[in-house]
C-alpha cells in the first residue's frame, strides 16, 4: 500500500493574528466569530485560531453566549 | 454600591410589531422596577434566529446598559423568566460604556424615530401533497407488464 505523502501538506494558516490584539471577541461581533467556527459549528482548536490560552478561553465564553442568544447555532 | 451590567434582551416580534416603545418599556419599567439606573437602551437588531427558540424563528434584539447595586440582578432575572414577552435574556458586568452607545441610545429618542416592521416569522408556506390515486392506475399497470417480463424470462431461461 503507498504510504501518505504528508511532506507536501500544507499546514492551514491560523485564523487570527499572532498578536492577539485584536478587540473584537464580543459575543455581539457574529461575522468575526463565525469564522472560528467549523461546518459543524464547533469551536476551532487553539492550533486553527491561532489564539494565546487566554484569547481562547474569551473567545470560548463569546460564542457560547451568542449560542445561547441565537446568534450563533449549536449544531450546523 | 452600583454596578455597570450590560443586558441583551429578545423581544417576541408580535409585540414589537404592535408598539416599539410598548415592548421597550417591558424591559425598562423591569429594571427600574427593581432599583437599576437605566443609562442607554436601543434596538440592536430584527434577525433569524439560529435556531426557533419558544417556537418562534425571528426575533427583535435589545440592548442595554444599567447600573444597579446589592444583589439587585438576581431579583430582576425571575422577572424575565417568567416573562413570556422576553423570549431569552443575557446580563454581564460591563467595565465602562462603549464608545457611540449613548447617541444610538438618544437617536431613539429623538422625534419621528421608528422602527421597521418586524417581517412574519413564516418565511415559506409548505407545499401541498401530492393527490394518491394517481399512483393507482400506474400500479395496476405495473402487475401485468411484471408477469409478461416474468414470462419473457421463464421463457429465456427454457431456451437456455
Redo the contacts between chains.
Keep these: 500500500m503507498a504510504m501518505l505523502d504528508t511532506r507536501s501538506r500544507v499546514p492551514l494558516k491560523p485564523i487570527a493574528s499572532k498578536n492577539c490584539d485584536d478587540p473584537k471577541i464580543d459575543?455581539?461581533e457574529i461575522d468575526y466569530l463565525a469564522k472560528f467556527l467549523t461546518p459543524q459549528a464547533q469551536i476551532h482548536s487553539r492550533k486553527r485560531s491561532g489564539f494565546c490560552a487566554q484569547c481562547q478561553r474569551e473567545l470560548k465564553e463569546a460564542i457560547k453566549?451568542a449560542?445561547?442568544?441565537?446568534?450563533?447555532?449549536?449544531v450546523g | 454600591m452600583s454596578k455597570l451590567y450590560e443586558g441583551?434582551f429578545?423581544l417576541d416580534n408580535q409585540v414589537v410589531r404592535a408598539d416599539w416603545a410598548r415592548a421597550k418599556s417591558v424591559v425598562t419599567d423591569a429594571l427600574q422596577k427593581h432599583g437599576a439606573k437605566v443609562v442607554t437602551s436601543r434596538r440592536?437588531d430584527e434577525?433569524k434566529?439560529?435556531?426557533p427558540?419558544k417556537g418562534k424563528r425571528r426575533?427583535t434584539?435589545l440592548?442595554t446598559f444599567f447600573e444597579i447595586g446589592g444583589d439587585g440582578v438576581n431579583s430582576m432575572r425571575r422577572d424575565f423568566e417568567l416573562d413570556e414577552r422576553v423570549l431569552?435574556y443575557?446580563i454581564?458586568g460591563s467595565e465602562a460604556l462603549p464608545e457611540g452607545e449613548l447617541e444610538k441610545s438618544q437617536a431613539e429618542l429623538a422625534e419621528g424615530f421608528s422602527v421597521p416592521t418586524p417581517p412574519p416569522d413564516e418565511e415559506f408556506v409548505e407545499s401541498e401533497p401530492e393527490a394518491p390515486p394517481a399512483e393507482e392506475p400506474a400500479a395496476e399497470e405495473m402487475v401485468p407488464e411484471a408477469m409478461a417480463a416474468a414470462a419473457d424470462g421463464e421463457s429465456a431461461g427454457e431456451r437456455n
Aim: proline share 4%; no cysteine; hydrophobic share 55%.
Design positions: 459575543y455581539k453566549r449560542r445561547h442568544l441565537g446568534l450563533l447555532p449549536f | 441583551m429578545l440592536w434577525r434566529l439560529a435556531y427558540i426575533a434584539y440592548l431569552r443575557l454581564i
